[in-house]
C-alpha cells in the first residue's frame, strides 16, 4: 500500500527535540525525511542522556526513526554546493537552528527561493516577531511563556512544567500541519512559502482555554469549578488550579487502593452532570440525587471539595483498576493515573502500533512511541533512526554525484 506523504522529499535540518518530532512525522505519513547532520558529530541529542556507550541515545533514536542521515559541512565552500543540489530537488526544507542560523549559512529565504520556488522553508522558532525573536528557547522555556507554568500545579506552590513537552513535540505538530497545509496549497498555485511555528505561539495554542479563563475571571472575579472557590480569593490572574478539570465537567484525582505506598494508585475522576444519578448510587449517597444542595450542577460547585471526598471513600477501597472497570460500567468517565512501567507493557498500545520496538544494529532493541494518528489508507511502520551519515552515500548517488565525486567530497572534509 502506498503512503500519504509518498513522492515528498523533506530537507531535514532539525535536531534536538521540536523540528525532529516534525519530521518524524511526515516521514511515518510516507514522506523521505534526509536529515543533514554535522560531519562527524550530528545531532547533539545522539550522545546526550546516554543509556548505552557508544550507542545513540534513547533521545536520538525515538525522534529519529524512519528518516535517512547525511553528514555535510554545511560552512563548507564544497558542502554549501552539495546542499544548493539538494534543494533544488527537494520539497521542503524544515529547520529549528537558533534564529538567523540558517542566512548564516548563506541560505536565506530569497536565496532558497531563487534555487527552487516550490520549496517550502518551514521553521521552529521560540518566539514569533517581536522583543524576542532573536532568543534561543527550550521545552521548559516555552511552557513559562506559554502560558502554562503559571497555570500548572497547586495555588499554594510555585509554578509547574508538565512532563507532557508541549513546547518541543507540540510545536513540532503544529509545524507538520502547516507543512502538509503549505504543500496542499502548492498543488494550487505552484509556489513555496515560508511556515512557522513558534513555539511560545504553539503552546498558549495548547493553553487557550487559560486564556479563556483569564477573561471570565476579569469580567466576573470568580471561576467557580476551581478549588479556589469558595473558600479562597481570586487574584487578577488565572491562578493554579490542582487537579481540577479545565472543562465544564468537574473532576479531580482521587486516591486508590494502595496509594499509601504506590505513587500511582489515583485515579481521574469526571463528575460528569449526565450521570451524577449513578455516581450517587455508586457511592451510596442516593439522598443527594435530589437534594436542592447537590442535584444541579451549580449548586455541586462550592461542595465540589466535599463531594470529591465522599467518591474518594469509594475509590480508595479499590485498585485503579477495579474502580476503572466498574466506572465504566456505569458509563462514569474516568482514567487510571498510569506509570511509564504499565504504559510500556500494555499490551492494546503494541497492538495498535502506539508502542512499537525496533531493532537497531548498535543499542539493539528498543521501544519508541509510534505514529499517534492512523490513517486508513497510509499505515505505518515504524522504523529504526539512522546511523550519523549512513545515507550519504546513498543520498548523493541519487541526487546525481559520481563515486568519485563523493570520495573528492569526502576527502575535502565536506561530507
Ligand atoms: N554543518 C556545519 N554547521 C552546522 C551544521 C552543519 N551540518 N548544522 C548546524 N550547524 C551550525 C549552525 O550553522 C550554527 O552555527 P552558527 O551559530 O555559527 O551560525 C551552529 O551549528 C549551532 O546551531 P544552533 O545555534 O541552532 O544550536 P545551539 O545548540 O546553539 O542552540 C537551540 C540550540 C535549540 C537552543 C537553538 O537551535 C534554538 O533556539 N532553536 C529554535 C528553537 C527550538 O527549536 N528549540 C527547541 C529545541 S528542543 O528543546
New binding site residues.
Given amino acids: 500500500m502506498g503512503k500519504a506523504l509518498d513522492g515528498v522529499r523533506i530537507l531535514d535540518?532539525t535536531?534536538?527535540?521540536?523540528?525532529p518530532t516534525c519530521t518524524q512525522l511526515l516521514a511515518w505519513f510516507g514522506a523521505d525525511v534526509i536529515k543533514?547532520?554535522?560531519?562527524g558529530a550530528g545531532d547533539?541529542t545522539r550522545d546526550q542522556l546516554r543509556d548505552i556507550p557508544d550507542a545513540d541515545s534513547l533521545y536520538f533514536t525515538m525522534l529519529n526513526g524512519n528518516k535517512r542521515s547525511v553528514?555535510?559541512?554545511?560552512?563548507?565552500a564544497q558542502?554549501k554546493g552539495v546542499l544548493e543540489r539538494l534543494i533544488r530537488d527537494c520539497d521542503v526544507l524544515v529547520e529549528?537552528?537558533?534564529?538567523?542560523?540558517?542566512e548564516?549559512?548563506g541560505f536565506s529565504w530569497e536565496r532558497i527561493q531563487a534555487l527552487n520556488p516550490r520549496m517550502i522553508v518551514a521553521s521552529?522558532?521560540?518566539f514569533g516577531p517581536g522583543p524576542y525573536e532573536d532568543?534561543?528557547?527550550?521545552?521548559n522555556v516555552?511552557q513559562c511563556v506559554g502560558g502554562a507554568a503559571s497555570t500548572t500545579g497547586f495555588d499554594d506552590g510555585p509554578p509547574v512544567v508538565s512532563g507532557a513537552q508541549i513546547?518541543?513535540s507540540g510545536?513540532g505538530l503544529h509545524l507538520a500541519l502547516g507543512i502538509v497545509t503549505a504543500l496542499y496549497q502548492r498543488v494550487h498555485t505552484g509556489r513555496g512559502q515560508k511556515v512557522l511555528a513558534a513555539?511560545q505561539d504553539g503552546v498558549l495554542n495548547l493553553c487557550r482555554v487559560k486564556l479563556r479563563d483569564q477573561q471570565r475571571l476579569a469580567r466576573t472575579g470568580v471561576m467557580k469549578e476551581y478549588p479556589q472557590y469558595p473558600n479562597a480569593s481570586f487574584g487578577e490572574a488565572v491562578p493554579r488550579a490542582g487537579n481540577a478539570s479545565g472543562g465544564g465537567q468537574p473532576g479531580w484525582i482521587l486516591k486508590c487502593r494502595g496509594w499509601e505506598t504506590d505513587p500511582n494508585a489515583y485515579i481521574y475522576f469526571i463528575a460528569q452532570a449526565p450521570v451524577w444519578e449513578r455516581i450517587c448510587k455508586l457511592i451510596g449517597r442516593e439522598e443527594w440525587i435530589d437534594h436542592p444542595d447537590y442535584a444541579t450542577p451549580n449548586a455541586r460547585l462550592p461542595r465540589l471539595k466535599e463531594i470529591f471526598g465522599e467518591i474518594e471513600c469509594w475509590t480508595m477501597k479499590r485498585s485503579k483498576f477495579e474502580a476503572m472497570a466498574v466506572l465504566n460500567r456505569y458509563d462514569i468517565p474516568c482514567g487510571p493515573i498510569l506509570s511509564m512501567k504499565e504504559i510500556a507493557t500494555d499490551e492494546s498500545l503494541r497492538a495498535s502500533g502506539t508502542i512499537v520496538e525496533v531493532d537497531h544494529p548498535v543499542r539493539g532493541k528498543y521501544l519508541t512511541v509510534g505514529n499517534p494518528i492512523k490513517l486508513s489508507d497510509s499505515p505505518t511502520e515504524v522504523m529504526r533512526s539512522p546511523l550519523l551519515g549512513e545515507h550519504t552515500d546513498e543520498v548523493l548517488a541519487e541526487f546525481g554525484y559520481s563515486h568519485d565525486e563523493i570520495l573528492a567530497l569526502r576527502v575535502a572534509g565536506a561530507i
Fill in positions: 535540518f535536531h534536538v527535540q521540536s523540528g543533514v547532520e554535522r560531519v547533539i553528514t555535510i559541512d554545511t560552512k563548507h558542502g529549528n537552528f537558533a534564529p538567523g542560523a540558517l548564516r549559512m521552529v522558532k521560540g532568543c534561543k528557547v527550550y521545552e516555552a513546547g518541543d510545536t513555539m
